[in-house]
């Protein structure tokens, strides 16, 4: 996917003035926090659970190697096939090879970010292959030729208004002036509309949660029952995963799944979790004749060892965009790639580089809520943080930045001029703003008095102020 | 020219400072692998006996909107079943996993029409049998094999699951050392797992529209679980 990272400003910008974008965000709010928030409460074992999830992953990412052939020794023991695919042209190719093998026409698609990650949908069209997203929201999106702007929630920015114009742009064949008011009768007409397109399918193409070790599964987690009549009904099944969602036991995958579904959509399972190992065995009635899973790296290999590993323990559950003033205000698509929030303003610059994605880890108040409701405990405002100074080591920061910058340490490491100059200042607006109690503008500070008055000081400085408490014991 | 495997493999030990593990390391990594240990478990179904987990299971399968029936044995189901498509005013006919053949005798409900096989998409009614019950969140495991095609599990718009007393347990650990123990001692292809093993818990949903959720988005809208008693 072509990134639009750079340009991180003027998207939120205009996110910021789209009243049916705003009006749309107002929904996570009462969606998803209260139910997480309910849910959570309901188990008291829940901030150990999140503890043995962050071992399990710290663990798996210390031995990956070990653990991911391992996974491809079962795989291919039950007559699966990994494909090792270093960049997304090489994880294009590998699944463009198995579409012509099997001569196919059309793929169905469950939902997938590392198949958004490595640009696959836009890949197979220009190979005259038509892929069909079967998630009821990335449908929805395909159809308005849009990313996703959520990971589990591809299509929150959308309204019904929106999505009924679509339905009645592209499903043509149908009653122009049929009902599409009640979310019923959106999620009707899309069934329909899938239903065959899933037994014409010459090839299924999943995601993957997690990649089990011990015996080779793939799994999906869904609420819909796309993924799995997506597996299920193509005649090869493709899994796309990045190579850090493995784990080593079915054990292991039942301790982190007590997190993911109640920290993603408030559940405390998602409606369907499927494990699939192999391609259909000689005896069963239904089921893929292949069984491939392509494995991705895509620059994940060289975050191990460094401060962003602990990146790689993260489960796509989405609390930290849930949870995220920046996200709820501006939502996704501002964030110019595939992963947005908090998690994606840290990912995004280990995959696609700091120079195209430098804005997203300065998108972010460091409120903190980010990492307080992230299920495997990912310090993300450090990693934030990490990015900032990095940013700023290379010379990536603005001018204004830099300038300020070099201002304020030039203060900060002189105290007696610093107090001086702090001290003067205060003396100077508090006497200026005695009256109002605040600024409506100042100079130096209009990004400030923009959108928010200044509370004028009282006249004291806080070192000011502490020296004479401590003074007065 | 290495592969991209050996070359991904030698960038995650580069990172890593490390060569390929060997030794004592890797073996204590495999025997791991071999003898899987249990991480910490919620207390919820911990000390229930048989009656307590089926109460504990029922009151979960109702939270994930199924509906429930509980009878005494096996030959109750099919006049249930009838019962219960007529409630809910659907066709009487259905698709049955071969699994159930056997077990259920269909003879004294001679309005029902009962198919056996995997489902084409085109029945509005299916029944199977389930692997286990987990009652800790009320979710059925379902395994692919022979006699339990996965196709009846999400292409019908209805799903019955029979489930047996003896099928319930307390946490998903307990369905994998289940899952496990069927499989001990087998070789080759599927020696780990089934092709593929559902844990269904409730009916297919979306929230995709505005976040508001709604029931039987592609897999069945209703999940109504028979719980038999012995």
């Known amino acids: 996917m072509q990134s639009t990272s750079h340009s991180f400003k003027q998207n939120a910008h205009h996110a910021l003035n789209d009243a049916t974008l705003q009006r749309a965000l107002g929904n996570i709010k009462t969606g998803f926090q209260e139910k997480r928030r309910q849910v959570i409460e309901a188990l008291p074992e829940f901030e150990s659970l999140r503890d043995a999830g962050r071992d399990i992953k710290n663990h798996t990412l210390a031995n990956l190697d070990f653990y991911l052939e391992r996974f491809e020794e079962n795989v291919v023991a ?151 009549m997506t597996q299920l009904l193509g005649k090869a099944h493709v899994v796309v995963a990045s190579l850090e969602k493995v784990v080593p036991t079915l054990d292991d995958a039942a301790t982190i799944l007590r997190l993911l579904a109640r920290s993603a959509t408030g559940q405390e399972m998602s409606v369907y979790t499927t494990f699939s190992t192999g391609p259909r065995r000689a005896e069963d009635l239904d089921g893929p004749e292949e069984f491939h899973v392509v494995l991705l790296d895509n620059g994940r290999s060289a975050m191990l060892g460094t401060e962003f590993q602990d990146m790689l323990r993260c489960i796509r559950c989405a609390a930290c965009m849930n949870h995220c003033p920046v996200y709820a205000a501006v939502g996704g698509h501002a964030y110019g790639w595939v992963y947005p929030g908090p998690m994606g303003a840290v990912l995004t610059p280990s995959l696609i580089g700091i120079e195209e994605a430098g804005h997203l880890p300065n998108a972010s108040t460091f409120c903190g809520r980010c990492e307080s409701v992230c299920p495997m405990r990912i310090p993300l405002p450090k990693m934030m943080r990490h990015y900032r100074t990095r940013e700023f080591e290379r010379g990536l920061a603005p001018p204004k930045a830099k300038a300020g910058l070099k201002l304020w340490a030039f203060l900060a490491t002189r105290p007696a001029l610093y107090r001086l100059l702090t001290g003067a200042a205060a003396r100077v607006l508090g006497a200026l703003g005695r009256r109002a109690g605040r600024f409506k503008s100042l100079p130096l500070a209009g990004g400030w008095t923009g959108v928010r008055d200044m509370p004028a000081p009282e006249g004291k400085t806080f070192h000011a102020l502490w020296a004479e408490r401590r003074a007065a014991r | 020219m290495s592969s991209a495997r050996d070359q991904i493999l030698g960038s995650i030990r580069k990172s890593l400072g490390r060569d390929a593990l060997g030794g004592e390391a890797a073996a204590a990594l495999r025997q791991g692998l071999a003898t899987p240990t249990r991480n910490l478990i919620p207390d919820r179904t911990a000390g229930l006996d048989d009656s307590g987990l089926v109460r504990q299971l029922v009151m979960k399968l109702g939270e994930a909107a199924c509906s429930v029936d509980e009878v005494a044995s096996l030959d109750e189901v099919p006049g249930r079943i009838a019962a219960w498509l007529q409630r809910e005013n659907l066709p009487a006919r259905l698709v049955q996993a071969p699994a159930l053949q056997d077990g259920l005798d269909w003879s004294k409900t001679p309005t029902l029409e009962v198919k056996t096989g995997t489902s084409d998409g085109s029945e509005d009614t299916s029944v199977t049998p389930v692997f286990a019950a987990i009652s800790e969140t009320g979710t059925l495991m379902l395994q692919s094999d022979a006699v339990t095609p996965t196709g009846l599990n999400f292409l019908p718009e209805n799903h019955i699951a029979v489930v047996r007393r003896s099928q319930v347990v307390g946490p998903l650990e307990d369905a994998w050392a289940r899952l496990r123990s069927a499989r001990a001692g087998a070789e080759g292809v599927g020696h780990t797992m089934p092709r593929t093993v559902n844990l269904i818990t409730g009916p297919s949903r979306t929230g995709d529209i505005e976040q508001k959720i709604q029931m039987g988005a592609h897999g069945p809208r209703r999940l109504h679980v028979i719980v038999v008693d012995g």
């Open chain 1, 78 to 228: 039950n007559g699966g096939v990994v494909h090792w695919c270093r960049t997304p042209a090489e994880a294009r190719e590998t699944i463009l090879a198995i579409c012509r093998r099997r001569n196919a026409k059309t793929v169905t698609k469950g939902k997938s970010m590392v198949a958004e990650e490595i640009g696959l949908n836009q890949f197979l069209e220009a190979n005259a292959i038509e892929p069909i997203e079967t998630d009821l929201g990335e449908y929805i999106i395909q159809l308005r030729n849009e990313p996703p702007s959520h990971i589990i929630a591809p299509a929150i920015h959308v309204t019904r208004e929106q999505i009924a114009d679509d339905f009645r742009r592209h499903h043509t064949e149908l009653d122009p002036n049929r009902r599409l008011e009640e979310p019923r009768d959106f999620t009707d007409e899309a069934r329909a509309q899938l239903r065959d397109r899933y037994f014409q399918a010459d090839v299924g193409i999943t995601g993957a949660n997690f990649l089990i070790a011990e015996t080779g599964s793939t799994v999906i987690v869904t609420n819909e029952g796309n993924g799995d």
